[in-house]
Nanobody
Framework: QVQLVESGGGLVQAGGSLRLSCAAS????????MAWFRQAPGKGREFVAG????????DYADSVKGRFTISRDNAKITVYLQMNNLKPEDTAVYYC??????????????WGQGTQVTVSS
């Protein structure tokens, strides 16, 4: 079992930056693929970024490539999402998720409660 708690969301102007954190607890965090998803009002949940258990491989949605960076610190059992050059369309609730195996856009077993990110124009 893995428990995930996100933090770092807030209100920022377009062009600004935020860093989200996801603190994990439970067993074998370092064995899990970690990912960030988001859900905007009236839309489905979408994959944003994923990182392998070692941190050696990452994957991003096309909409955030070059602006967002996912990283992890297995010693601190935390995963991060650095978001730069934010746009109003990035406004959403951001969720941290975990799964075993490889980075995929679906099939995650554990989820956090979400943190709100609002980007004003």
């Amino acid at each position: 079992q893995v428990q995930l708690v996100e933090s770092g969301g807030g209100l920022v102007q377009a062009g600004g930056s935020l860093r989200l954190s996801c603190a994990a607890s439970g067993r074998a965090f370092s064995n899990y693929v970690m990912a960030w998803f988001r859900q905007a009002p009236g839309k489905g949940r979408e994959f944003v970024a994923g990182i392998s258990w070692s941190g050696g491989r990452t994957d991003y949605a096309d909409s955030v490539k070059g602006r967002f960076t996912i990283s992890r610190d297995n010693a601190k059992i935390t995963v991060y999402l650095q978001m730069n050059n934010l746009k109003p369309e990035d406004t959403a609730v951001y969720y941290c998720a975990a799964k075993s195996g490889i980075i995929l856009t679906t099939g995650y077993d554990y989820w956090g409660q979400g943190t709100q990110v609002t980007v004003s124009s």
